[in-house]
Structures are given as structure tokens and as C-alpha cells.
């Protein structure tokens, strides 16, 4: 009998919410024939025990190892990444107030965080004295409390944030990532891949 050609990708990176882990959950497969795609995406490749780390390094050998145990028949190409890390997040449906305090602390953090960043950094460069000196310049006359340069800058100064960060509210400006959607993804593929390494140098890796 002729093998079937069972192509198998992997992500990086995946996160499941039972104990239990399927090959469905770490893997896309395509395979001509339905019943066996099927067959094979209701294998169990790893169970997290409630006293151990909720996270693993499963690699696509062992993962291939038991596709060819569950059916001899079929030829594996694999398309994605070499190594899946899971983790297991336990997901509490029902918000209770300490997920809404705990958001409104982060809030608040990053906010008055910000403010004090921009006016130290305004008080570092003599803000104050530069806008002086330009509406004396100008104007030729001394300041009288707020003027027009102040406030437009302070206009420009949100208008250029809001541009930077491609957010107004829950709005993108244009359909490309923001500068901290695209570190954050640096950050995690980063972090994906010291995890890796380290899994497989400590021999936590499970291989075929």
C-alpha cells in the first residue's frame, strides 16, 4: 500500500487551557484523506499534572513518532518549526474585581508614569526657557502667562504620540502594526527561543 503524504506545521509558540494536549492543539495538518487528518488530530501528545511547570518544549520528532505509531501507513513532511513551546494558561471566565482593580492600577501607573517622564524630560532640555526666548524673539516682548507656542506645542506634542503609537482610542490610523505591537512580538519571539534552548540543553525537551 502506497504511504499517504501527511504534512505537518507547527508553531512556535501555542497556549492551551486544558491539561490535556491534542495533536490539533500544537499542529496544523493536511492530508488528502479526512477521516485520517481527523484520526490523527485526536492524538494526545503531552497531560500537564497540576504540581509541574505549566509549560514544556515538545519536539516535532516525538510528535512524529506518534502519527507513525497511531498509523504506519503515512509519510510526514514537516513545514513549520523543528520545536512547539505550550504552555498552559488556566483562564478564569467570570472577571471578579480584582481583574478590573489590577487594570485600573496599570492604568493609572501608565499615566501618571508618562506625565512625569515628559516633564523631566522637559525640565532636563529648559523647555521653558527656550519658548520664553523664541516669544521674545517674536514678539518682542516678555511672556504673559500661557501663550500660543505652549499650546500649540503641547497640541503637536499629542497629535505626534497618537501618530506614532497608530491609535486613537480603539482605532488604528492605518492597517500597519504599532511600534509596541512589533516589540512586544520581538520580545516574545525572543523569549520563545531562549526557552527553547534552554529546555534542550537541560534535557527537557521531549524528543522522540
Known sequence: MQNKTVYLKCERNVE??????????VAT????????????????????????????VISTLKLVELMEKECQDISVQIVGEPDVLVEWVSVDKHKG????????????????????T?????????????????????MNREPQGLNALEVSYSIGLAAGIIIFFNHVGGRRLTKDPTPIEVSIRQYEEDVDKALIAQAGREGKEENA
Do not use: P
Not at 30 to 45: E, G, H, I, T, Y
Not at 118 to 138: P, R, S
Open 16 to 25: 492551551v487551557q486544558a491539561q490535556d494536549v491534542f495533536l490539533s492543539d
Open 29 to 56: 495538518l493536511r492530508c488528502s484523506d479526512v477521516a485520517l487528518s481527523a484520526r490523527l488530530k485526536a492524538l494526545k501528545v503531552h497531560h500537564f499534572k497540576k504540581d509541574e511547570m505549566k509549560r514544556c
Open 118 to 138: 515628559i516633564m523631566a524630560y522637559h525640565n532636563d532640555v529648559g523647555i521653558n526657557e527656550v519658548f520664553t526666548e523664541v516669544y521674545k524673539i517674536v
Open 97 to 116: 474585581w480584582q481583574q478590573w482593580l489590577k487594570a485600573a492600577f496599570v492604568c493609572l501607573v501608565s499615566f501618571f508614569g508618562t506625565a512625569f
